[in-house]
């Protein structure tokens, strides 16, 4: 791996694809940022007893994006994971 590939952010790159897509369908700049920043953040740290016996503490997300268009869908996922699903609605809807 090169030293620019290990410096690519995903969010970043998530972040300018809403720019692109946002920029291509001529929507107001206003709906491009709100389409960027989430509307909820759960985040969550649970202890799991491991098979050795020791405690680790993982982090748990749940991110409703943007519900303007319905009912958010459930799941875990990262912000990275939800802008994405939103800006692929975006090109869709």
């Known amino acids: 791996m090169t030293e620019k590939e290990k410096k690519i952010n995903p969010l970043d790159v998530a972040m300018r694809q809403v ?3 946002a920029e291509r ?3 107001d700049p206003g709906i491009g940022e709100k389409i ?9 740290h649970f202890p799991v007893k491991m ?6 503490i993982f982090t ?4 409703q994006h943007n519900v303007t ?3 958010g869908k459930g799941g ?6 939800s802008i994405w699903m939103r800006s692929g609605h975006l090109r869709c809807g």
């Open 76 to 81: 875990y996922v990262i912000i990275l994971m």
């Open 69 to 71: 268009r319905g009912p």
């Open 36 to 44: 960027k920043k989430t509307k909820r953040e759960l985040i969550v």
């Open 60 to 63: 748990g997300y749940r991110v």
């Open 19 to 21: 720019d692109i897509a």
């Open 51 to 56: 098979d050795d016996g020791s405690v680790e």
């Open 25 to 27: 369908l001529k929507l």
